[in-house]
């Protein structure tokens, strides 16, 4: 096994799995296994209000009878918590992050870019959300299929939340930290995190944490524009469609499945897609109307 690529899929169990987190997952897989390199699996269970009831148990049924096989245990950001207080807590006791209690409603009107309101007002860290300081700088990257993206940190996102009002840790931070503490050397995911991406290399510089490559793929979405995802109700991926769905979400990544694969059992694709994998055949757009894919 080549231990120098490893990858990982890292599903949020607010809903189950769909066509666009089958892409993503199908991509991640075939890129990691395409060079004999390990694939992760980490359950980013970082917000239970959200949380549907055994939509975790359904990810990883779905997973299986989709043929997938991770390498070891699965992890879970909900066993994290330890490590990622203790991180905060250095930020803050730093001067790197602060206290907010501004309320959703003095932040409207600006566009979901933090005024900088509780900046230097020093409060302290309890009862109140912890935003990380940016700097006044550009963050690039280059994207294996989707080309240069670049940010203005200070222009184009400002001052984000590492933890919330009510306790919960922030996405942001947490799969910064899991990347790094799983030795993720290839982020494989969907493009709706595109725009996330400079904020963590802005986290991994200040952490010393080594980037990983990026790779985003198309976003699968609705004829009206809306991704496919749980707000907007995706149906669950059933069981008893799992060829056709791999067949589909090949063609999704661009991998010409040759006819005579249709009726092959979802492993027998999966080992097609990994010994043809091409990453360059992957469409260099953000989104793909799902329809077009039928
Ligand atoms: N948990 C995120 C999601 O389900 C993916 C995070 C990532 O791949 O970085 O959208």
Known sequence: MNTA?????????SGYLHFGSLVAALAS??????VGGRWLLRMED??????????????????????FEWDGE??????????????????????LAYACICSRKQLEGYAGIYPGFCRNACHPDHDAA???????????????????????LGREVGDFVIRRRDGLFAYQLAVVLDDAWQGVTDVVRGADLLDSTPR??????????????????????????????????????????????????LRAL?????????GAAPAELLVWGIVNWDATRIPRSRT???AQLR
Do not use: N
């Not at 690529?5 to 169990?13: E, H, L, N, V």
């Not at 897989?29 to 395409?34: C, V």
């Open 46 to 67: 970082l917000d239970p209000p959200r949380e549907v009831p055994g939509a975790q148990d359904a990810i990883l049924r779905t997973l299986e009878c989709y043929g």
């Open 5 to 13: 690529y490893i990858g990982r899929f890292a599903p949020t169990p």
């Open 254 to 262: 661009g991998q010409q499945p040759p006819t005579d694969l249709q």
């Open 130 to 152: 912890i935003r990380l300081r940016v700097p006044e700088l550009d963050y690039h990257f280059i994207d294996r299929v989707q080309g240069e993206f670049r940010q203005h």
């Open 200 to 249: 963590q290399l802005y986290l991994q510089e200040l952490l010393g944490l080594p980037q990983p490559r990026y790779l985003h793929v198309p976003l699968i979405i609705q004829p009206d524009g809306h991704k496919l995802g749980k707000s907007y109700r995706s149906p669950p991926l059933p069981a008893d469609q799992a060829s056709p769905l791999l067949l589909r979400a």
């Open 29 to 34: 897989y075939l890129d990691a296994r395409a």
């Open 288 to 290: 793909l109307a799902e």
């Open 74 to 95: 699965l992890v879970r950001q909900s066993e994290r918590h330890t490590e990622y207080a203790a991180v905060i807590a250095r930020l803050f006791s730093q001067g």
